[in-house]
């Protein structure tokens, strides 16, 4: 199946990306001891499927993404994928205004190539911000961008939608940004996604979604919320029977049972899952109920 892409100025992007900040590790080892072998074979699939846009940074894997990502895309043309990497004005001790362009070179270097196509500013804050402007990174990045050694220049942006705002304000030559969005923090205080996500709108800038899965956490449940989906399971199984009076029930042999089924699976997740909610979950407020209805309760 083709992947699916949009549109970005000149370029067809993939709507679905490659990240490489959790590479599989070499057993034993570290976090800097990444499995080339396997990323080669991740970065085999993902360009046999068409998602061709690769994003790491500086710091990922103490350093070694770069390289390893390098590695595993220098075995085909640079112009058959997008490579995004960003600048770690994070790093206080050690960046100076002076430092800005040889860490990009270093960067390059790394990665093997002799542009990106995506270069951010990294986990921008209202503190790192003003740091990323005291040693000129922007200017700097926009530089290399009329220098034809960045396609384009964006940021990554980790704090609330005021302070997104002021920065799309200050550098409205800014390409796009890439914003933590899913549904566990679309309305969370602090990562602000649905408010942060409008900034852009108004600015007109595209978004690059990351932690879409927060890390893998979306996709994958606990040991309380398998055991409830298991005993749920059995329940539905046993409704069938009282209803049916019959133990060899095809559960889901019509497709009204695979849609009911389905909703109560979805159900159940919300029930234990915190966050999707906002502050409160249907357990939060079950329970609550069931305190405020015994001895001792506050009204």
């Known amino acids: 199946m083709p992947v699916i892409t949009k549109q970005f100025q000149n370029l067809t992007l993939p709507q679905l990306g490659f990240g490489s900040m959790r590479l599989p590790l070499l057993p034993g080892g570290g976090d800097e001891n990444v499995d080339q072998a396997?990323?080669?074979?991740?970065?085999?699939?993902?360009?046999?499927?068409?998602?061709?846009?690769?994003?790491?940074?500086?710091g990922y894997h103490g350093g070694k993404s770069e390289v390893v990502i390098g590695k595993a895309l220098s075995r085909y043309p640079r112009d058959s994928y997008y490579l995004a990497s960003k600048f770690p004005g994070y790093d206080e001790s050690n960046?100076?205004?002076?430092?800005?362009?040889?860490?990009?070179?270093?960067?390059?270097?790394?990665?093997?190539?002799?542009?990106?196509?995506m270069y951010l500013m990294h986990a921008q804050s209202a503190g790192r911000f003003e740091f990323y402007k005291s040693c000129r990174a922007y200017e700097t990045a926009f530089a290399l961008k009329a220098e034809g050694r960045v396609r384009h220049v964006g940021?990554?942006?980790?704090?609330?939608?005021?302070?997104l705002e002021r920065i799309l304000t200050e550098y409205p030559q800014l390409d796009f940004v890439q914003l933590q969005f899913n549904y566990l923090d679309y309305e969370d205080p602090q990562v602000q996604s649905r408010a942060c996500y409008e900034v852009c709108r108004r600015h007109q800038k595209p978004v690059v979604v990351m932690e879409p899965v927060r890390g893998g956490r979306l996709a994958r449940l606990s040991g309380e919320?398998?055991?409830?989906?298991?005993?749920?399971?059995?329940?539905?199984?046993?409704?069938?029977?009282?209803?049916?009076?019959?133990?060899?029930?095809?559960?889901?042999?019509t497709g009204f049972r695979m849609v009911v089924f389905s909703v109560i699976i979805m159900i159940v997740v919300l029930f234990f899952r915190r966050g999707i909610m906002g502050d409160k979950e249907f357990s939060d407020i079950l329970f609550a109920r069931r305190k405020a209805s015994g001895k001792g309760a506050v009204k």
């Open 225 to 253: 919320e398998t055991a409830a989906l298991a005993a749920l399971a059995l329940l539905v199984w046993l409704a069938f029977f009282i209803i049916s009076g019959s133990l060899t029930v095809p559960l889901l042999r």
């Open 38 to 58: 396997a990323v080669d074979r991740m970065v085999d699939t993902a360009m046999a499927r068409g998602a061709n846009y690769f994003d790491t940074a500086y």
């Open 155 to 163: 940021i990554s942006f980790h704090d609330t939608a005021p302070v």
């Open 95 to 117: 960046i100076r205004a002076d430092k800005v362009e040889a860490i990009f070179e270093e960067q390059l270097k790394k990665c093997g190539v002799e542009y990106f196509d």
